[in-house]
């Protein structure tokens, strides 16, 4: 079973406009990392951020980490319609990676 | 772009027949990691392989194995195929060193089972 869980599964905003996205997990974390995927195809890794990190901003990305509510955010600002794609959550647990269910994001021009 | 190729990009299968899927990792990574994505989902963790061993596996039955070859490449063999073992397989690479948390994925292989 997938630990993490995102939510939205799915929004659609306008380009310029912000995106944000939840994800929830079960368990103590070493890392919290986001990938981000275009119709299906391979992972592309967006950004990290360690348990004892509360935030992080990587360009348009910024990632919120609460580990006591074991959950994280992705916020996505000033959207394009090149962010169209799929985003997912996914906990680092002995060297593996355990993924969310993800959130389809689509952003209209 | 990663360094991570995989082969082939897309295969169709009959149930109950076998198939092999291809990976060659990043330049100076030494691990590798399977992954299976069923529409609609996450990518749930098959295996992993360093240095040519087994390093941790997934809920997946014995009939999903691996190997991986001294360049660090890999292979993902699965027999007698189900078809709910349609899905797109992802292989990730990483260099197991203190800190290396993040993985590098390939463009994915698309099996269909019919």
């Known amino acids: 079973s997938q630990q993490g869980e995102e939510d939205p599964q799915a929004l659609s905003i306008q380009e310029g406009e912000n995106a944000t996205m939840n994800c929830s997990y079960k368990?103590?974390?070493?890392?919290l990392q986001w990938y981000r995927q275009n119709s299906g195809r391979g992972l592309v890794h967006l950004i990290l951020?360690?348990?004892?990190?509360r935030e992080k901003h990587s360009g348009r990305l910024r990632v919120t980490l609460d580990t006591s509510k074991k959950s994280s955010s992705l916020l996505i600002t000033a959207s394009r319609a090149a962010d169209t794609a799929s985003y997912f959550c996914?906990?680092?647990?002995?060297?593996?990676?355990?993924f969310g269910t993800g959130t389809r994001l689509q952003v209209f021009p | 772009e990663t360094g991570v190729t995989q082969s082939p990009t897309h295969l169709i299968k009959t149930r109950g027949q076998q198939v092999t899927l291809r990976c060659s990792s990043q330049?100076?990574?030494?691990?590798v990691s399977w992954y299976q994505q069923a529409l609609g989902q996450g990518p749930q963790f098959i295996f992993q392989y360093y240095r040519e061993e087994e390093n941790g596996r997934g809920n997946f039955p014995p009939r999903f194995s691996g190997l991986q070859f001294p360049n660090y490449s890999s292979e993902l063999n699965v027999n007698a195929l189900e078809l709910d073992d349609s899905a797109l397989y992802l292989c990730?690479?990483?260099?197991?060193?203190?800190?290396?948390?993040?993985?590098?994925f390939g463009p994915g292989t698309r099996l269909t089972v019919t």
């Open positions: 996914a906990i680092y647990n002995t060297d593996k990676l355990i």
């Open positions: 990730a690479s990483s260099h197991q060193t203190s800190g290396a948390y993040e993985q590098y």
């Open positions: 368990t103590s974390i070493n890392n």
């Open positions: 330049s100076g990574h030494n691990t």
């Open positions: 951020i360690r348990s004892n990190e």
